[in-house]
């Protein structure tokens, strides 16, 4: 094979897993898994790039936001169940919190932070009902809640204490 015709694809393994690291991992999963190419899906399932995932976005003003539906609906049926077994740590958007965690089993899951978290989505997922309340109590070393609410707002709701007090009790 003469230079001109090598591709990105004929590099060793290590060079390839090197270079892609380098990228963002939630943009190799998402644009690289299953192009039909079982050597570049093998690379792309290792731990580098399925230990931690990160699905909100940052804007100038420091607002969070959930990746797009359509990105979140390919990483829910499609790569998840996939690499849920690599998956140490999530970093989510509160109101996409459930459809993520409901996409595949992450026995491994030991982290989750939760941004624009609200009085109501504490006290309706770390509720006893919760489907995630096994996760929360047997898995989770690491958790953190970030709210947008302004401190004033929650220093005035009386409700607050006790849905964060009940949260710390879990």
């Given at each position: ?6 591709t ?11 270079i ?7 943009d ?46 390919r ?12 998956v ?6 509160a109101e ?5 965690l ?18 109501y989505?504490?006290?309706h997922?770390?509720?006893?009902e ?8 047997q898995?989770?070393t ?8 302004d ?7 009386k409700?607050?204490k ?9």
């Amino acid at each position: 094979m003469d230079q001109s015709s090598a591709t990105f694809l004929d590099l060793p393994d290590e060079i390839l897993l090197i270079i892609l690291k380098k990228l963002d991992n939630m943009d190799v999963l998402y644009s690289l898994l299953d192009v039909d190419n079982q050597r570049l899906d093998t690379i792309i399932l290792h731990k580098a790039f399925t230990k931690t995932l990160n699905f909100v976005l940052t804007t100038t003003t420091d607002d969070v936001l959930s990746i797009a539906d359509s990105m979140l609906n390919r990483y829910c049926f499609n790569i998840l169940p996939k690499i849920d077994h690599n998956v140490t740590s999530l970093i989510l958007e509160a109101e996409a919190m459930e459809r993520i965690l409901l996409a595949a089993d992450y026995p491994s899951l030991t982290e989750l932070k939760l941004f624009n978290v609200t009085d109501y989505i504490v006290s309706h997922y770390f509720a006893v009902e919760s489907p995630f309340r096994l996760i929360f109590q047997q898995q989770i070393t690491d958790l953190t809640l970030a709210s947008n609410n302004d401190i004033n707002i929650l220093l005035m709701n009386k409700n607050a204490k006790y849905v964060y007090e009940y949260t710390l009790k879990i």
